[in-house]
């Protein structure tokens, strides 16, 4: 049996590009879920790391993408990238029709419902979808990380192996001098 309608047949030959935006200062495992399920959803998902001249992060943008890259190697349809200006411009320049955002918790909601209908203003043809991640993955943020870690606390098992170290190497005085190779 043929699908004869056509909205199956215009999605059948789309290419779903999404865009996973974020500043990642570092990559945590609950942004990483995010990555592989959008992955196993979209055809392909831009991992983008906003450029903010003003704001430096704990790791330059430059970096947090490497780290990224590294960090999303066994994820075959996804990629890591950077952009300046504002995102659904970069969504434009790179032709991705979704935007994918995580949902930790219930006052994330907000600030992301505003932004997502200020994205669909600014270019309708764009769509936001939200993915909530694992209980166990929920608080885990970046801030958080980085508060552990400037502590000498255990932060290893809430990122992946390559920003583990590149923390490591930024807190000599807790984890020894590991230096990424």
């Known amino acids: 049996m043929t699908d ?19 500043s990642f200062d570092p990559i945590t495992r609950g942004h ?3 990555v592989e399920r959008a992955a ?15 704001k ?8 947090r993408v490497e780290l990224i890259a590294q960090s999303i190697a066994h994820i075959p349809n996804a990629r890591a990238a950077h952009y300046t200006g504002l995102m659904i411009d970069f969504c434009r320049s790179i032709s991705a029709r979704v935007i994918v955002r995580g949902l930790r918790a219930a006052g994330d909601f ?10 669909r203003e600014l270019e309708p043809t764009v769509e936001t979808v939200f993915l909530i991640p694992e209980p166990t993955k929920q608080f885990i943020s970046s801030s958080l990380i980085r ?4 502590h000498g606390g255990q932060f290893q098992p809430f990122v992946p192996t390559p920003v583990a170290l590149a923390m490591e ?7 020894g001098d590991k230096r990424q190779a």
Do not use: C, K, T
Request: glycine share 4%; aromatic share 16%; charged share 15%.
């Open 32 to 34: 990483l879920e995010i």
């Open 169 to 175: 190497a930024r807190y000599p005085e807790f984890y």
């Open 147 to 150: 508060e552990i870690a400037s």
């Open 56 to 63: 430096p992060g704990f790791f330059a943008f430059e970096q």
């Open 110 to 119: 907000e600030p992301e419902f505003q932004m997502a209908l200020a994205n």
């Open 4 to 22: 004869s309608n056509p909205a199956s047949a215009s999605r059948a030959a789309a290419h779903y590009l999404a865009v996973y935006p974020g």
């Open 40 to 54: 196993s959803v979209f055809d392909e998902v831009v991992v983008a790391v906003g450029h903010h001249p003003i």
